[in-house]
C-alpha cells in the first residue's frame, strides 16, 4: 500500500511541474528512476510513455483556456515526430555516461534560459515568427528522443525566445505539442524494449492529477518567481545526474 501512496505522490509532484512549465516532467522522471534502480536507456523510454500521459492532461486543460498555437504545433510536430523516431534510436549507440552528461549539462543550460528570461514579462500574442518554427521542432524531437525528456524543456524557452510567444502561450501550446512528440518517441522505444509499462501505469493516476492542477494555476502565479525556482530544480538535478 504504501508502495502505491509513493509513487502517486512522485506522479502527482511530477504532473504539477509538468502543468505549470509545459515540460513533460522528464527531468524529473528520468533521474528519479535511475536512482530506484533503473538502467538509463529503460528509464528514458519510460519517461517518454509518462510524459505521454502528464502531457495528455495538462493539454486538455490549456485547451480550454484557449492558450494554445495550433500552427505552431502543426509545423513544429512535423519535424519533431520523426526526428523523435531518430533519437530514441541514437541512444543505443551513447555508453550510459554520455548520455547522463549530455543530460546535466542541457539542464543547466536551461537553468540559465530561465534565469535570463525570467525578468521579461510579455503577456499578449504580437507577432510570430512561424519561419522558425520547424527549428524548434528538430532540435526538441531529437532531445526527446536521444534524452527522454519530450522536448518540452526546449519547447517554452524556444517558444517564448526565439518563436516570440507571451509565456502562458509557451506553455500550453508546449503542452499539446510535446504529447505527440512523446507519442512517437515512446513507440520507438517500445519497439526497443526500452519502456517499463508496470512504472508508468504506477505513476499515471498522480501525473494525471498534478498535471491538470499545475495547468490551472498557470494563470494564477507569478510566472517570474515560477521560472527562477524551477532553474534552481534544473541546477540541483544536473548535479545530482552528474555524480
Same mark, same amino acid.
Given at each position: 500500500?504504501?508502495?502505491?501512496?509513493?509513487?502517486?505522490?512522485?506522479?502527482?509532484?511530477?504532473?504539477?511541474?509538468?502543468?505549470?512549465?509545459?515540460?513533460?516532467?522528464?527531468?524529473?522522471?528520468?533521474?528519479?528512476?535511475? *536512482?530506484?534502480?533503473?538502467?538509463?536507456?529503460?528509464?528514458?523510454?519510460?519517461?517518454?510513455?509518462?510524459?505521454?500521459?502528464?502531457?495528455?492532461?495538462?493539454?486538455?486543460?490549456?485547451? /480550454?483556456?484557449?492558450?494554445?498555437?495550433?500552427?505552431?504545433?502543426?509545423?513544429?510536430?512535423?519535424?519533431? *515526430?520523426?526526428?523523435?523516431?531518430?533519437?530514441?534510436?541514437?541512444?543505443?549507440?551513447?555508453?550510459?555516461?554520455?548520455?547522463?552528461?549530455?543530460?546535466?549539462?542541457?539542464?543547466?543550460?536551461?537553468?540559465?534560459?530561465?534565469?535570463?528570461?525570467?525578468?521579461?514579462?510579455?503577456?499578449?500574442?504580437?507577432?510570430?515568427?512561424?519561419? /522558425?518554427?520547424?527549428?524548434?521542432?528538430?532540435?526538441?524531437?531529437?532531445?526527446?528522443?536521444?534524452?527522454?525528456?519530450?522536448?518540452?524543456?526546449?519547447?517554452?524557452?524556444?517558444?517564448?525566445?526565439?518563436?516570440?510567444?507571451? *509565456?502562458?502561450?509557451?506553455?500550453?501550446?508546449?503542452?499539446?505539442?510535446?504529447?505527440?512528440?512523446?507519442?512517437?518517441?515512446?513507440?520507438?522505444?517500445?519497439?526497443?524494449?526500452?519502456?517499463?509499462?508496470?512504472?508508468?501505469?504506477?505513476?499515471?493516476?498522480?501525473?494525471?492529477?498534478?498535471?491538470?492542477?499545475?495547468?490551472?494555476?498557470?494563470?494564477?502565479?507569478?510566472?517570474?518567481?515560477?521560472?527562477?525556482?524551477?532553474?534552481?530544480?534544473?541546477?540541483?538535478?544536473?548535479?545530482?545526474? *552528474?555524480?
Amino acid at each position: 500500500m504504501l508502495s502505491y501512496i509513493f509513487d502517486f505522490l512522485i506522479g502527482l509532484v511530477i504532473g504539477v511541474v509538468s502543468g505549470l512549465f509545459g515540460i513533460g516532467g522528464g527531468f524529473l522522471i528520468v533521474p528519479t528512476l535511475t *536512482m530506484l534502480g533503473e538502467p538509463i536507456h529503460l528509464a528514458i523510454g519510460t519517461s517518454l510513455a509518462c510524459i505521454t500521459i502528464s502531457a495528455f492532461a495538462s493539454a486538455y486543460t490549456h485547451l /480550454r483556456r484557449g492558450t494554445v498555437l495550433f500552427r505552431v504545433v502543426l509545423i513544429k510536430e512535423t519535424f519533431s *515526430m520523426p526526428t523523435a523516431v531518430l533519437g530514441a534510436y541514437l541512444s543505443t549507440l551513447l555508453p550510459d555516461r554520455i548520455l547522463k552528461v549530455v543530460f546535466a549539462l542541457l539542464l543547466l543550460y536551461l537553468a540559465y534560459i530561465m534565469v535570463r528570461e525570467g525578468r521579461k514579462c510579455v503577456t499578449e500574442v504580437k507577432e510570430v515568427n512561424y519561419r /522558425r518554427v520547424p527549428v524548434v521542432g528538430i532540435l526538441a524531437g531529437l532531445t526527446s528522443g536521444l534524452l527522454g525528456i519530450s522536448g518540452g524543456v526546449l519547447n517554452v524557452p524556444l517558444f517564448h525566445t526565439y518563436i516570440g510567444l507571451p *509565456m502562458r502561450y509557451a506553455v500550453g501550446t508546449s503542452s499539446l505539442s510535446l504529447f505527440f512528440t512523446a507519442l512517437a518517441g515512446t513507440g520507438a522505444h517500445y519497439r526497443l524494449g526500452q519502456v517499463d509499462v508496470y512504472s508508468a501505469f504506477l505513476l499515471a493516476p498522480g501525473l494525471i492529477v498534478g498535471a491538470r492542477a499545475g495547468a490551472m494555476a498557470v494563470h494564477r502565479l507569478n510566472p517570474v518567481i515560477l521560472r527562477r525556482a524551477f532553474a534552481v530544480i534544473l541546477i540541483l538535478v544536473a548535479l545530482k545526474m *552528474m555524480m
